[in-house]
């Protein structure tokens, strides 16, 4: 079984992520070339770009079409970056359409800018009461007082965090997100890749070569069930 990205701005001209079709099918045959057998297409889902949620489900089955026909073996699923700040304008319907994999149980949530804080734990309140939980988008970009203490809480309330790819393999920020994944704090790896012609790849194995192993196999075996909407309790909280 290949791995899982499960945060990816694959589909094109759609925002800041793959240019036109080329570009996406390139960022395809990346993610194959390192072991990615699914990306989860996570468009924006922001004031700042105009994404048409209805229409999501249509894209990600011509990039599939696209993908296919060329013969790269990586399957493409619904998803998006659901900002913070967008939640609550958000119909349940179209909360649906941008769960990873379309299974309606797993949003991947970008934070509002600056450092973590209650409005991240009342999101995830917030989804939980409608019967959803939430993979929180690049903590590493939200630093600041109170960091850890942020993660813990959102994790005892059922949320994983993910990292990003290029960060893990970084020299300074890298040993201090394993160090976070040791500690429970963060849980999956992901490419967050924007285009195949400049900025982060669409790769992660090379990340996740950074983890320990337990933390290892968990980033690479959860996605799998997010994407078919099964729960997945992190791996702080299942020890005790």
């Known amino acids: 079984m290949g791995l899982t990205d499960l945060h990816c701005h694959i589909l094109p001209g759609i925002d800041d992520g793959a240019r036109d079709l080329e570009d996406a099918v390139a960022m395809a045959r990346r993610a194959a070339a390192d072991g990615i057998a699914t990306v989860c297409a996570t468009p924006h889902i922001r004031h700042d770009h105009d994404v048409r949620i209805a229409e999501l489900g249509t894209r990600v089955e011509e990039l599939q079409r696209a993908v296919s026909a060329v013969g790269v073996p990586v399957r493409i699923v619904t998803g998006g970056e659901v900002a913070e700040s967008a939640l609550d304008g958000l119909k349940d319907e179209e909360l649906r359409r941008v769960s990873l994999g379309g299974a309606n149980t797993w949003i991947l949530l970008e934070p509002r800018p600056g450092p973590l804080g209650p409005s991240l734990i009342e999101a995830a309140e917030s989804l939980a009461a409608g019967g959803r939980q939430i993979v929180v988008a690049h903590p590493e970009r939200h630093v600041g007082p109170g960091f850890r203490e942020a993660l813990a809480e959102v994790v005892a309330r059922g949320a994983l965090v993910q990292a990003t790819a290029a960060h893990l393999t970084d020299e300074d920020a ?25 900025g982060r790849p669409v790769a992660i194995s090379a990340a996740l070569e950074r983890l320990g192993p337990a933390e290892r196999e968990f980033a690479a075996r959860a996605p799998v069930a997010i994407v078919r909407g099964e729960p997945v309790e992190a791996p702080q909280a299942r020890a005790g």
């Not at 997100?177 to 285009?195: I, N, Y």
Request: charged letters at 15%.
């Open 174 to 198: 890298g040993p201090v997100l394993v160090e976070l994944a040791a500690e429970g704090l963060v849980h999956l790896v992901a490419s967050d890749s924007h285009s195949a012609r400049a």
